[in-house]
């Protein structure tokens, strides 16, 4: 791990204007991703700014909806009697996610930004055009079996790892964040992750020392919910497929996806496998993800009761 130096942030503001006073700072707070990148100097950032204090680990109403602290840790979250009721889609996504002791440290903010788990990305070693621009992308022609398949380019098909994320994107929610000159803006979760293109380096449409400080759930949708991971072990295992379902009265779906894309997947109004799995790019090994989604899809329009 390279040397580096800390701060303590005591307001949301004041952790931005740090970030913008330290070029290529990194914000921690539970550090489940961070730390490890670190380690393998995947990530060597020189200044490290800790957003534990400051006072962003709160849900509360809002309107109809829930907002939720950045630094609401994802047990937290998942346990929450409202999300539990309202959003169930949610917590089962969060559940779904990691180890119990690392849902105890993540943060919401954090699970939003967490960085692909690409096999060629944590290898230093071996070129990458997410970790160094313009190097080439190893896994393209490499092992490829649980990269993606969906808006992916010729210059990255990694995926996004979150659970958490996929949910949110079904549940349209939206991200709070503040500037360093104090300004703050709202981005809807299907604006916040970038596709790769030319630029996978560039994953997200946040300004530099841009902070994310809440995310807001929308007046509850109703219906049925679920979210269904299928991965390679029965837990602590990244999604080869996941699909976040919501079954709404008129009976109409809204659906997303992880392990398929560079972003939480979803194509408004798509009802059908054809339409949702449109343009995937696939190779002999990761071929199977798109039947594994195209039947997890039948089954919950076909009413195949679902966990």
Same mark, same amino acid.
């Given at each position: 791990?390279?040397?580096?130096?800390?701060? @303590?942030?005591?307001?949301?503001?004041? !952790?931005?204007?740090?970030?913008?006073?330290?070029?290529?700072? @990194?914000?921690?707070?539970?550090?489940?991703?961070?730390? +490890?990148?670190?380690?393998?100097?995947?990530?060597?950032?020189?200044? &490290?700014?800790?957003?534990?204090?400051?006072?962003?680990?709160?849900?509360? #109403?809002?309107? =109809?909806?829930?907002? %939720?602290? !950045? &630094? *609401?840790?994802?047990?937290?979250?998942?346990?929450?009697?409202?999300?539990?009721?309202?959003?169930?889609?949610?917590?089962?996504?969060?559940?779904?996610?990691? $180890?119990?002791?690392?849902?105890?440290?993540?943060?919401?903010?954090?699970?939003?930004?967490?960085?692909?788990?690409?096999?060629?990305?944590?290898?230093?070693?071996?070129?990458?055009?997410?970790?160094?621009?313009?190097?080439?992308?190893? !896994?393209?022609?490499?092992?490829? @079996?649980?990269?993606?398949?969906?808006? *992916?380019? =010729?210059?990255?098909? !990694?995926?996004?790892? #979150?659970?958490?994320?996929?949910?949110?994107?079904?549940? +349209?929610?939206?991200?709070? /964040?503040?500037?360093?000159?104090? $300004?703050?803006?709202?981005?809807?979760?299907? =604006?916040?992750?970038?596709?790769?293109?030319?630029?996978?380096?560039?994953?997200?449409?946040?300004?530099?020392?841009?902070?994310?400080?809440?995310?807001?759930?929308?007046?509850? *949708?109703?219906? @049925?919910?679920?979210? %269904?991971?299928?991965?390679?072990?029965?837990?602590?295992?990244?999604?080869?497929?996941?699909?976040?379902?919501?079954?709404?009265? +008129?009976?109409?779906?809204?659906?997303?996806?992880?392990?398929?894309?560079?972003?939480?997947?979803?194509?408004?109004?798509?009802?059908?496998?054809?339409?949702?799995?449109?343009?995937?790019?696939?190779?002999?090994?990761?071929?199977?993800?798109? /039947?594994?989604?195209?039947?997890?899809?039948?089954?919950?329009?076909?009413? *195949?009761?679902?966990?």
């Amino acid at each position: 791990m390279q040397p580096f130096t800390y701060q @303590r942030a005591q307001t949301p503001q004041e !952790a931005a204007q740090a970030a913008q006073k330290h070029p290529h700072a @990194r914000f921690i707070a539970g550090g489940t991703n961070l730390l +490890d990148l670190m380690k393998h100097q995947v990530e060597t950032p020189p200044h &490290l700014i800790d957003v534990n204090h400051i006072g962003l680990d709160k849900i509360t #109403s809002a309107g =109809d909806g829930l907002r %939720i602290g !950045a &630094l *609401v840790r994802n047990t937290d979250l998942a346990a929450d009697v409202r999300i539990r009721r309202d959003y169930p889609v949610l917590s089962r996504a969060l559940l779904a996610g990691a $180890s119990a002791q690392l849902r105890n440290k993540a943060t919401t903010a954090g699970n939003l930004l967490q960085r692909t788990r690409c096999p060629y990305f944590y290898d230093t070693s071996k070129p990458c055009n997410k970790r160094k621009p313009g190097s080439g992308c190893s !896994a393209i022609g490499g092992y490829e @079996r649980n990269l993606g398949i969906l808006g *992916v380019s =010729d210059a990255c098909i !990694a995926t996004h790892p #979150s659970d958490m994320a996929v949910a949110m994107r079904v549940l +349209d929610a939206q991200v709070e /964040t503040i500037s360093p000159d104090g $300004s703050q803006r709202t981005i809807p979760i299907a =604006d916040l992750h970038r596709l790769p293109g030319h630029t996978p380096h560039l994953e997200t449409n946040l300004k530099p020392g841009e902070l994310i400080t809440h995310v807001t759930l929308p007046k509850p *949708v109703g219906g @049925r919910q679920t979210y %269904i991971k299928v991965r390679d072990r029965a837990s602590y295992a990244f999604a080869a497929v996941s699909m976040a379902a919501v079954q709404l009265p +008129d009976g109409r779906f809204q659906f997303a996806f992880g392990g398929l894309a560079p972003k939480p997947w979803r194509v408004e109004g798509a009802q059908n496998a054809e339409q949702i799995l449109a343009g995937a790019r696939t190779t002999p090994q990761n071929a199977f993800k798109k /039947t594994l989604a195209s039947r997890l899809i039948t089954s919950a329009l076909q009413g *195949v009761k679902l966990p």
